[in-house]
């Protein structure tokens, strides 16, 4: 039977080539996880925006809100993205529009594996109860 150093060769150089490997290791790891979560984002952002509960002739969320307060301009909306839990998909996209009085929040939570949209505060439900009831109206008049 081969001894210890016969096997894995000298152990002054094994060990920090070992120690090397994982440190190599983790930093990939941790840039892939760094990747997929801005993916995340990025992608959660976006159905929001583009998101149109009252289907395809609906407005977005973002053209609602910019109808919803006037001279507002698409530039003026600021968007925010948080990870809630990346283990789920979960991301926290917030509209904050400039008023008289100060910043109205508006926030929902997208299910990224999903596609799929939940209000994250009262402001963002009411935008797409009011979204989707002009669109049960519009129904109605045809």
Not at 43 to 70: C, D
Not at 95 to 108: H, I, K
Request: aromatic share 4%; glycine share 8%.
């Amino acid at each position: 039977m081969p001894s210890v150093k016969e096997a894995i060769g000298d152990p002054r150089v094994f060990v920090p080539a070992v120690a090397a490997l994982i440190v190599l290791s983790l930093v990939s790891v941790n840039f892939l996880e760094a990747r997929f979560d801005r993916a995340d984002l990025d992608r959660a952002g976006m159905l929001v925006r583009n998101h149109r509960p009252a289907g395809a002739e609906g407005r977005t969320l973002e053209e609602a809100l910019i109808a919803k307060f006037g001279n507002t301009a698409t530039g003026e909306l600021i968007w925010s993205a948080e990870l809630k839990s990346s283990c789920a998909g979960i991301v926290r996209v917030t509209a904050r529009v400039p008023t008289a009085g100060g910043l109205s929040e508006y926030a929902w939570d997208v299910l990224v594996t999903e596609s799929r949209i939940h209000p994250g505060n009262e402001p963002g439900r009411a935008l797409l109860i009011e979204l989707a009831t002009r669109r049960a109206n519009d129904a109605e008049r045809r």
